[in-house]
């Protein structure tokens, strides 16, 4: 049995599945709608992502929030509890404070637990490019790689999760403060599709303009044929907002180009959907950079 456990938030956007079958337990980031806050857990039982898309549909507003340090607490304890030490690899600090969270109650515990090993990782990362990070960690965990080990892989193989994304508006995204005003404006004429990428800082750049969905989609593929390392990429992750359809478009155009046949295609979850709102679509994978 591994002496050190992995643990993650919510905005991984992973399978409940594929979580339980590499051992990852999230701590869960919090929607509000209607004032009531809900816990987004990986299953989606406290609010379903099509019934969660329709709201956004209809105009529900609807509110994020990071875990709490006593959420994170929790989490941490049980494991430390059980004699593991923790890898804590968490969503990008440039898109949430909920990482700082963690890293702060990692420090508060580790006075508690001082022979126990608490190590964070910025992730600067987020959905499934999260997930991406915390599949390959598994994989040399599993094949007996320390603590220190996986956390100086997760620091450096995070450089080369590639993320790109498209949104049908850039409204959902602007209210939530992610993109400036300006380029929120893009999206708004000409059935115009913003293709968008995540930083290195693990900030948004809104980096293409494309006209209509599958055109944005085209630029996808295209791009991760320039930037995608064919020896590390046994599997690409993709995740949709209520748009299954264009998901399984974006995965044969990828099989078509490059031959890529296993994929993990997962529901955007409510803490980043309320941000890109209904119709968006993402890709992730291992690049020379990104």
């Known amino acids: 049995m591994s002496s050190f456990s992995i643990i993650t938030d919510t905005a991984c956007d992973m399978p409940a599945s594929l979580a339980e079958k590499l051992g990852i337990s999230a701590v869960p980031l919090k929607v509000v709608i209607a004032e009531k806050t809900i816990d987004c857990s990986l299953s989606r039982l406290d609010v379903g992502s099509k019934s969660f898309y329709d709201m956004l549909r209809n105009g529900v507003d ?24 923790i890898l804590y690899i968490g969503f990008s600090s440039g898109l949430s404070g909920s990482y700082n969270v963690g890293r702060i109650a990692a420090e508060e515990l580790s ?5 126990r090993k608490i190590l964070t990782v910025d992730s600067l990362s987020g959905s ?9 960690c598994v994989q040399i965990q599993r094949e007996g790689a320390t603590l220190e080990e996986v956390y100086e892989y997760a620091e450096r193989i995070k450089y080369n999760v590639c993320h790109w994304f498209t949104v049908d508006d850039l409204h959902h995204l602007k ?20 293709v968008l990428k995540v930083n ?14 599958k055109f944005a989609i085209a630029k996808m593929v295209e791009q991760m044929g320039q930037h995608f ?23 044969r155009s990828i099989t078509k180009n490059y031959g890529i046949t296993d994929f993990v295609i997962s529901d955007i979850g409510p803490s980043l959907g309320a941000h890109s709102g209904p119709g968006a679509l993402a890709l992730f994978y291992i690049g020379d950079e990104r």
């Open 62 to 85: 609807v509110k994020t929030a990071s875990p709490s340090i006593d959420d994170f607490i929790r989490y941490f304890k049980k494991e430390l509890d059980c004699g593991c030490d």
């Open 111 to 115: 006075f508690d637990y001082p022979d």
């Open 229 to 251: 390392d064919p020896d590390n990429n046994d599997i690409v992750f993709i995740t949709h907002a209520d748009c299954a359809d264009d998901a399984d478009l974006l995965a």
């Open 128 to 136: 499934m490019g999260q997930a991406l990070i915390l599949y390959h």
């Open 175 to 194: 209210k939530g403060g992610r993109i400036s005003a300006a380029a929120a404006v893009v999206g708004s004429v000409m059935n115009i599709k913003p």
């Open 200 to 213: 290195k800082d693990g900030k948004l750049d809104v980096v293409y303009k494309a006209r209509g969905k």
